[in-house]
Nanobody, 118 residues
Framework: VQLQASGGGLVQAGGSLRLSCAAS????????RGWFRQAPGKEREFVAE????????SYAESVKGRFTISRDNGRNTWFLQMTSLKPEDTAVYYC????????????WGRGTLVTVSS
Protein backbone atom coordinates (compact mmCIF):
# COMPACT_ATOMS: atom_id res chain seq x y z
CA VAL A 1 0.00 0.00 0.00
CA GLN A 2 1.23 3.50 -0.83
CA LEU A 3 0.35 6.44 1.36
CA GLN A 4 0.51 10.15 0.70
CA ALA A 5 -0.01 12.66 3.47
CA SER A 6 -0.87 16.25 2.65
CA GLY A 7 -2.25 19.41 4.20
CA GLY A 8 0.67 20.56 6.27
CA GLY A 9 1.81 24.13 6.42
CA LEU A 10 2.70 27.08 8.59
CA VAL A 11 0.11 28.23 11.10
CA GLN A 12 0.09 30.46 14.14
CA ALA A 13 -0.45 29.07 17.60
CA GLY A 14 -4.14 28.57 18.22
CA GLY A 15 -4.83 27.94 14.57
CA SER A 16 -6.09 24.86 12.77
CA LEU A 17 -5.01 22.56 9.98
CA ARG A 18 -6.54 19.50 8.37
CA LEU A 19 -4.26 16.74 7.20
CA SER A 20 -5.27 14.13 4.67
CA CYS A 21 -3.85 10.72 3.87
CA ALA A 22 -4.64 8.99 0.62
CA ALA A 23 -3.98 5.28 0.27
CA SER A 24 -3.52 3.39 -2.97
CA UNK A 25 -2.45 -0.06 -4.00
CA UNK A 26 -3.23 -2.90 -1.62
CA UNK A 27 -5.90 -1.24 0.50
CA UNK A 28 -8.23 -4.17 0.98
CA UNK A 29 -8.17 -5.49 4.50
CA UNK A 30 -6.53 -2.53 6.22
CA UNK A 31 -7.29 -2.91 9.92
CA UNK A 32 -6.14 0.41 11.35
CA ARG A 33 -5.23 3.81 10.00
CA GLY A 34 -2.99 6.04 12.01
CA TRP A 35 -1.19 9.32 12.30
CA PHE A 36 2.26 9.74 13.76
CA ARG A 37 4.63 12.67 14.02
CA GLN A 38 8.31 13.31 14.38
CA ALA A 39 9.58 16.58 15.76
CA PRO A 40 13.14 17.75 15.09
CA GLY A 41 15.58 15.79 17.21
CA LYS A 42 12.90 13.50 18.60
CA GLU A 43 11.65 10.03 17.89
CA ARG A 44 8.50 9.41 15.94
CA GLU A 45 5.45 9.26 18.19
CA PHE A 46 1.89 8.07 17.94
CA VAL A 47 -0.77 10.74 17.45
CA ALA A 48 -4.05 9.02 16.65
CA GLU A 49 -5.56 5.95 15.09
CA UNK A 50 -8.89 4.78 13.82
CA UNK A 51 -9.57 1.08 13.74
CA UNK A 52 -11.84 -0.65 11.29
CA UNK A 53 -14.66 1.70 10.29
CA UNK A 54 -14.29 3.87 13.35
CA UNK A 55 -15.24 1.31 15.97
CA UNK A 56 -12.18 2.26 17.98
CA UNK A 57 -10.45 5.63 17.98
CA SER A 58 -7.42 6.46 20.10
CA TYR A 59 -5.40 9.60 20.70
CA ALA A 60 -2.14 10.48 22.35
CA GLU A 61 -2.72 12.35 25.60
CA SER A 62 -0.96 15.40 24.21
CA VAL A 63 -3.56 15.89 21.46
CA LYS A 64 -6.77 14.73 23.13
CA GLY A 65 -9.51 17.30 22.82
CA ARG A 66 -7.64 19.18 20.09
CA PHE A 67 -7.19 16.68 17.28
CA THR A 68 -9.83 14.57 15.59
CA ILE A 69 -9.17 11.60 13.35
CA SER A 70 -11.76 10.56 10.81
CA ARG A 71 -12.01 8.59 7.59
CA ASP A 72 -13.95 8.60 4.40
CA ASN A 73 -15.35 5.07 4.27
CA GLY A 74 -16.10 5.39 0.60
CA ARG A 75 -12.53 6.26 -0.32
CA ASN A 76 -9.21 5.20 1.02
CA THR A 77 -8.65 8.51 2.71
CA TRP A 78 -8.44 9.57 6.32
CA PHE A 79 -7.96 12.87 8.02
CA LEU A 80 -6.52 14.57 11.05
CA GLN A 81 -8.29 17.75 12.04
CA MET A 82 -5.96 19.74 14.26
CA THR A 83 -7.22 22.67 16.29
CA SER A 84 -5.76 24.86 19.02
CA LEU A 85 -2.33 24.12 17.62
CA LYS A 86 0.70 24.70 19.81
CA PRO A 87 4.34 25.26 18.89
CA GLU A 88 5.10 21.83 20.33
CA ASP A 89 2.88 20.30 17.64
CA THR A 90 5.50 21.28 15.08
CA ALA A 91 6.63 18.09 13.37
CA VAL A 92 6.53 16.06 10.22
CA TYR A 93 3.27 14.16 10.29
CA TYR A 94 3.07 10.69 8.79
CA CYS A 95 0.20 8.40 8.09
CA UNK A 96 0.50 4.64 8.27
CA UNK A 97 -1.61 1.51 8.24
CA UNK A 98 -1.79 -1.73 10.13
CA UNK A 99 -3.14 -5.01 8.84
CA UNK A 100 -4.86 -7.71 10.91
CA UNK A 101 -2.47 -9.85 12.90
CA UNK A 102 0.31 -7.29 12.67
CA UNK A 103 1.13 -5.39 15.82
CA UNK A 104 3.09 -2.55 14.30
CA UNK A 105 2.27 0.08 11.76
CA UNK A 106 3.95 0.04 8.38
CA UNK A 107 3.74 1.36 4.87
CA TRP A 108 4.96 4.76 5.94
CA GLY A 109 4.35 7.38 3.34
CA ARG A 110 6.09 10.66 2.82
CA GLY A 111 5.11 12.96 5.63
CA THR A 112 3.80 16.46 5.63
CA LEU A 113 5.40 19.25 7.64
CA VAL A 114 3.37 21.17 10.17
CA THR A 115 4.97 24.26 11.63
CA VAL A 116 3.25 26.16 14.42
CA SER A 117 4.65 29.58 15.18
CA SER A 118 4.30 31.22 18.57
Amino acid sequence: VQLQASGGGLVQAGGSLRLSCAASGRTVGIYARGWFRQAPGKEREFVAEIISRGAVISYAESVKGRFTISRDNGRNTWFLQMTSLKPEDTAVYYCAVRFPGVSEYGSWGRGTLVTVSS
